[in-house]
DNA sequence: CAGAGATCCTGCAAGC
DNA sequence: TGCTTGCAGGATCTCT
C-alpha cells in the first residue's frame, strides 16, 4: 500500500545503494513483475545486463532509474530507462550476499561488485513491476509511458491554480479526484482520508463545489500528512535495506481516520464511520464531515 | 470524451 | 475443523 511518502523513502534508498552500480546479471522469477515490458522478460534481463544505474528519481507512486553505459561515468543516460511501481505490495530491497530468497522474489538484480548486496522486487500480490522505457524526449527524462501522470504536492512545480481549475471543472466527487493520477499523483486511499478528514470534506463533495480556498486548505492538508509520514518514515531507510512494508512500516500511530471505524473522532469525538465505496473504503467523521446536500453539485 | 465501475492477484480473517 | 467468502487496493481497461 505505499503511497508516495513510502516511494520516496524506497527512492533514497535506490539512490543510496543501487545508482552508478554496474548490473552484473538480471533474473526474472515470476514473468507478471515485467509485463509492462512489452518485449518480455528475456529482453528485460538481457538489455540490463552491463548496464549502469543513473541517479533515481520520482513522479508520484512511479520510481525510475537511466540505465547507461558501464563505460560511461557521468550521465549514465543513453536513451531508456528502469521504471518501477510498487502496486500494493511491491518491495525494492538490497540484500546482502548470501540472504535467502523471498518467498514472493519476483525479480533479482545482481551487480558486478557483488560485495554491496543485489536489488530485489519483492512482491506478493503482484500489481508491481519493473520495465524498461526509451524516454528522454522530456527535459526531465520522464518516461513516455508515466507523463501523463500529474506533479505531486510535494514537487515544487506542482501547480494549485491549475488543480483548482481542474476541480472545478471535472463533474465528480472530491475522492475520486485525490486518487486520479492525472490531476495530482502520490495520493491513495489512506492518505485521500486523512487529507479528508483533516479538511472536514465529505468524500463524496462535488468538486465543482469547491472554492479556491477549500482546494488550498486541501492541497496543504495533502501536504502536511505527506511530510509528516516522510518524517518518520525518512529516518528508517538508513541502513543496507531499501525496504517498505505495507503493515508496520506504515507510520500507522499518526492515522487519525483510516481504520478508525467506530472508533472516537479525534476531533469531536463521534464514533467515525466506513462507507464502501469503489470496492474499497472510505473512513470518516459524520459529524466534522457532512455529507453534501443531494442538491448540491 | 468524461466519468463510473470492474478487474487483476494473493493471503489473511471471518463466518458457517 | 475445514471450507467458502470477503476484503485490501493502484492502475488500467471497458462500458455507458
Redesign the pocket.
Known amino acids: 500500500?505505499?503511497?508516495l511518502p513510502e516511494v520516496e523513502v524506497v527512492r533514497r534508498g535506490l539512490d543510496r545503494w543501487a545508482s552508478g552500480r554496474t548490473i552484473a546479471a538480471a533474473e526474472v522469477l515470476h514473468p507478471?513483475a515485467v509485463r509492462?515490458h512489452p518485449a518480455g522478460p528475456l529482453d528485460f534481463a538481457a538489455r540490463l545486463t552491463g548496464r549502469r544505474l543513473g541517479p533515481a528519481r520520482r513522479r508520484?507512486?512511479?520510481l525510475w532509474l537511466p540505465v547507461g553505459d558501464a563505460a560511461d561515468t557521468d550521465t549514465a543516460d543513453d536513451g531508456f530507462a528502469l521504471l518501477a511501481?510498487l502496486?500494493?505490495?511491491g518491495q525494492l530491497l538490497i540484500q546482502p550476499p548470501g540472504t535467502p530468497d523471498e518467498?514472493?522474489l519476483r525479480i533479482r538484480v545482481a551487480f558486478e561488485d557483488a560485495d554491496g548486496g543485489e536489488l530485489r522486487f519483492v512482491d506478493?500480490?503482484?500489481?508491481g513491476g519493473l520495465s524498461l522505457h526509451p524516454g528522454d524526449t522530456a527535459a526531465e527524462g520522464l518516461p513516455d509511458?508515466?507523463a501523463?501522470?500529474a506533479r505531486d504536492p510535494l514537487d515544487p512545480a506542482f501547480d494549485e491554480a491549475v488543480f483548482h481549475a481542474a476541480l472545478r471543472?471535472?463533474?465528480?466527487?472530491v475522492k475520486?479526484a485525490l486518487?486520479d493520477?492525472s490531476l495530482i499523483?502520490g495520493v491513495?486511499?489512506?492518505y485521500a482520508d486523512e487529507a479528508l478528514w483533516r479538511a472536514r470534506l465529505h468524500y463524496e463533495r462535488p468538486t465543482a463545489t469547491l472554492t479556491r480556498k477549500q482546494t488550498a486548505e486541501l492541497v496543504g492538508h495533502v501536504r502536511d500528512v505527506m511530510n509528516a509520514a516522510l518524517a518518520e518514515g525518512g529516518t528508517s531507510f538508513d541502513s543496507l535495506y531499501v525496504n517498505v512494508n505495507g503493515e508496520s512500516g506504515y507510520f500507522a500511530r499518526a492515522l487519525d481516520a483510516?481504520g478508525r471505524e467506530d472508533e472516537p473522532c479525534r476531533r469531536c469525538g463521534a464514533p467515525m464511520r466506513?462507507s464502501?465505496w469503489?470496492?474499497?473504503?472510505s473512513y470518516y467523521c459524520p459529524r466534522c464531515q457532512r455529507p453534501p446536500r443531494p442538491s448540491a453539485r
Open positions: 500500500m505505499p503511497e507478471r509492462r508520484g507512486k512511479y511501481h502496486g500494493m505490495s518467498r514472493h506478493q500480490r503482484t500489481f509511458v508515466i501523463h501522470i471543472r471535472r463533474r465528480t466527487t475520486r486518487l493520477q499523483s491513495g486511499n489512506i483510516y466506513r464502501p469503489m470496492n474499497r473504503s
